[in-house]
């Protein structure tokens, strides 16, 4: 639909003033162009803005760069006066450390394997007669030795069968006393012809069944007597009771499975621990010399030593899903301080290092390349030394080279040391020794078979293996 108003105009444009004079017209003025340039050459020279704007870029540009480079020369040169300065200051700064002597001395070698105690005996106590249970005489728990009666059953039932057989005994007793006196006359009348030969050969034969009657029963009078004896039910070893099976007024039967009560052996007991198969050679060749290995048991933690035995015997064949071999050892345990399925760290002895350098294995520093220690020189500064350690057991440490004996080795504050640093020594706290501690703990201050920073523990092996 189409709108009849009118459209809008373009205002009226406003025309220049005519000039009315001589006067030249404004712009600018011509000069004399150099042959060969005309107009178009000269506005090409001109400078634009855009040209202008790049130009000032560039100069912002390389200014930075110039600034960039001024500054990171001069935190270079701060950085290598302030570390010219650190390093002046800490050789001029003395550093605490605790310091230890390397000795020389005798080293064992232990092997290390998680054992179980087993008891030498077990035995399930059960009773040999059916009955009523009258009184169980132990306590839960109780040591008790040999022969000791532990129960009673009802005696009564093999009390009547005993006088059953007395009886019966003495009713055949009398019967082959008649028989013998017959036998007697049977012979006279014979000699006489007074009777036939046959019967007196059947008066022998009754005189001997008699015999063998009288035979069974006094079979059945000793039964009575065993099953009297079963009846009092005694301890068939020395050794520890556990927890009782069946309470008194119970009927018990000779074929029960569970039994009345279970005694362990605990003195002596065994021990049965595993070690690798590569390390069983030096063990037989031990033991082919007739000498008896000691064997210690310590706790799983490997703080406390329990108890010392012998070595008892090797088996007979390796466990090839596992490469280890069992070993059976025997102990005491007069302290009681070993458990029939008690989990042990068993740590034998094979071999004793003589006569070589022993240091702390504290001391020992580890860096990708080698193994090292920290050397105090007689003008008290400290170099860093590259030991070749032969063997690490528990804070004791025997090394081959690197090291003399009487050299002190810093064994604390090694965190802060440098090449020719200089140190001052104060009283060492523990020295690498060679026994037990004495509050019980494993040989040389620490944890057997430890090496290494930390105390890790190491099992008694060489370096390197």
């Given at each position: 639909m189409k709108s009849d108003a009118p459209l809008p105009q373009d205002p009226p444009r406003a025309e220049p003033p005519?000039?009315?004079?001589?006067?030249?017209?404004?712009?600018?003025?011509?000069?004399?162009?150099?042959?060969?340039?005309?107009p178009a050459d000269s506005a090409a020279d001109a400078p634009t803005p855009g040209r202008s704007r790049r130009r000032w870029l560039w100069i912002a540009a390389i200014l930075a760069v110039a600034l960039g480079v001024f500054l990171y020369s001069r935190s270079g040169q701060k950085q290598k006066q302030a570390a010219a300065a650190a390093k002046t200051s800490a050789a001029n700064r003395v550093v605490p450390v605790?310091?230890?002597?390397?000795?020389?001395?005798?080293?064992?070698?232990?092997?290390?394997?998680?054992?179980?105690?087993?008891?030498?005996?077990?035995?399930?106590?059960?009773?040999?007669?059916?009955?009523?249970?009258l009184r169980v005489l132990f306590r839960e728990g109780q040591l008790v030795h040999k022969d000791e009666l532990l129960a009673e059953i009802d005696p009564r039932p093999f009390q009547v069968q005993k006088l059953q057989a007395e009886g019966q005994r003495a009713k055949d007793e009398a019967t082959l006393a008649n028989a013998r006196v017959d036998l007697q006359?049977?012979?006279?009348?014979?000699?006489?012809?007074?009777?036939?030969?046959?019967?007196?050969?059947?008066?022998?034969?009754?005189?001997?069944?008699?015999?063998?009657?009288?035979?069974?029963?006094?079979?059945?009078?000793?039964?009575?007597?065993?099953?009297?004896?079963?009846?009092?039910?005694?301890?068939?070893?020395?050794?520890?009771?556990?927890?009782?099976?069946?309470?008194?007024?119970?009927?018990?039967h000779a074929g029960d499975a569970s039994g009345i009560v279970v005694i362990t052996q605990l003195q002596p007991i065994s021990i049965v621990f595993t070690i690798p198969a590569d390390q069983l050679p030096p063990?037989?060749?031990?033991?082919?010399?007739?000498?008896?290995?000691?064997?210690?048991?310590?706790?799983?933690?490997?703080?406390?030593?329990?108890?010392?035995?012998?070595?008892?015997?090797?088996?007979?064949?390796?466990?090839?899903?596992?490469?280890?071999?069992?070993?059976?050892?025997?102990?005491?345990?007069?302290?009681?301080?070993?458990?029939?399925?008690?989990?042990?760290?068993?740590?034998?002895?094979?071999?004793?290092?003589?006569?070589?350098?022993?240091?702390?294995?504290?001391?020992?520093?580890?860096s990708p390349q080698s193994t090292f220690v920290w050397a105090m020189k007689p003008d008290s500064t400290v170099e860093m030394r590259t030991v070749d350690v032969q063997l690490t057991e528990g804070e004791v440490?025997?090394?081959?080279?690197?090291?003399?004996?009487?050299?002190?080795?810093?064994?604390?504050?090694?965190?802060?040391?440098?090449?020719?640093?200089?140190?001052?020594?104060?009283?060492?706290?523990?020295?690498?020794?060679?026994?037990?501690?004495?509050?019980?703990?494993?040989?040389?201050?620490?944890?057997?078979?430890?090496g290494g920073r930390g105390g890790k523990p190491a099992r008694g092996r060489k370096a390197g293996s």
């Open positions: 005519k000039p009315t004079g001589p006067e030249k017209p404004a712009g600018p003025e011509k000069r004399d162009l150099p042959s060969g340039r005309g605790v310091a230890v002597p390397a000795r020389t001395g005798d080293l064992p070698v232990y092997l290390t394997g998680l054992g179980t105690v087993a008891a030498v005996n077990t035995v399930t106590v059960r009773s040999r007669v059916d009955g009523q249970l006359r049977y012979q006279t009348l014979v000699s006489q012809d007074a009777i036939p030969r046959q019967q007196l050969d059947t008066q022998v034969a009754t005189v001997r069944q008699l015999e063998a009657t009288l035979k069974s029963d006094q079979g059945l009078i000793e039964s009575a007597n065993l099953n009297l004896t079963y009846s009092r039910i005694t301890a068939p070893i020395t050794g520890t009771v556990g927890l009782k099976l069946v309470d008194p007024g119970n009927i018990v063990v037989q060749q031990e033991l082919k010399t007739g000498r008896k290995l000691p064997v210690e048991a310590w706790d799983r933690e490997l703080k406390n030593q329990l108890a010392t035995g012998t070595l008892l015997a090797i088996d007979n064949q390796i466990d090839q899903a596992t490469g280890t071999v069992r070993i059976k050892a025997l102990f005491d345990n007069e302290n009681s301080a070993l458990f029939s399925n008690q989990f042990v760290n068993a740590r034998l002895l094979v071999n004793t290092l003589r006569g070589v350098v022993l240091i702390p294995t504290a001391a020992l520093q580890r440490t025997a090394v081959r080279s690197g090291v003399a004996a009487g050299e002190p080795i810093v064994t604390d504050g090694v965190d802060k040391l440098q090449p020719g640093a200089k140190v001052a020594a104060g009283g060492a706290r523990s020295g690498p020794g060679g026994g037990a501690s004495r509050n019980g703990g494993p040989p040389n201050g620490g944890a057997p078979g430890a």
